[in-house]
Every structure is written in C-alpha cells, then in structure tokens.
C-alpha cells in the first residue's frame, strides 16, 4: 500500500503563492502517474494537473500558466508550484497516485491540504 502525505498549504493573498508537497511512501513497482486535484466547499472534488510517468503533463484550463506539476524521483516527491492565486482556488487539495504494487494495479489518495486565497 502506498501512502502519500500532502504538505505546503496554508492562507494566501490574491495573487501570492504556495508550492505543495506530496511524500509517497510505500513499495510499489510501477508508478503510471499521479496528479493534484482539489475539492472546494459545496463542489465535486476536480482535477488541477496531472503527470505521467513518461513526463506528459496535463492541466485543468482553470489553472493553465499559473500552476506547474513536478516530481521528484529520488526524493520520492511530487509538487505543485501554484502562483498568481485567485480566491476560486480556494480548496481542500488531494494529491493522487496511480501505481501497481505486487502484481496489483491500484491507487492512493492523500488526506488533503487546505488552500485559502483571501484578502
């Protein structure tokens, strides 16, 4: 079983900028991709960006120019550079990990990091 630990929230003004961390921890023998997706008060939890593990990233047009995907293989790590933040981004963000482990394909979700934009 893979655990991921988001880190790296916390409030912010217009326009300011955070970068959230997610540790992945576990055994696991292919990772397919993982992404960072985000659930606001009274919505659907959405996608905010995705990474694969041949590099190919996609992003929600919402966030496109603002916010960039990263990984770290080494340090076991994946990022998400937020900048020039709204107050819509707003949200409770999930970081997520699609993997195969001992022969079986699965996937993990993290506990969540709050993101407030605010004046």
């Known amino acids: 079983q893979v655990q991921l630990v988001e880190s790296g929230g916390g409030s912010v003004q217009p326009g300011g900028s955070l970068k959230l961390s997610c540790a992945i921890n576990?055994?696991?023998?292919?990772?397919?991709?993982m992404g960072w997706y985000r659930q606001a008060p009274g919505k659907q939890r959405e996608l905010v960006a995705t990474?694969?593990?041949?590099?190919?990233?996609n992003y929600a047009d919402s966030v496109k120019g603002r916010f960039t995907i990263a990984r770290d293989n080494a340090k076991s790590t994946l990022y998400l550079q937020m900048n020039s933040l709204k107050p819509e981004d707003t949200a409770v963000y999930y970081c997520?990990?699609?993997?195969?482990?001992?022969?079986?394909?699965?996937?993990?979700w993290g506990q969540g990091t709050q993101v407030t934009v605010s004046s």
């Open positions: 990474i694969t593990s041949g590099g190919r990233m």
């Open positions: 997520n990990a699609d993997y195969t482990s001992l022969g079986n394909r699965a996937d993990s």
């Open positions: 576990g055994r696991l023998s292919i990772m397919h991709a």
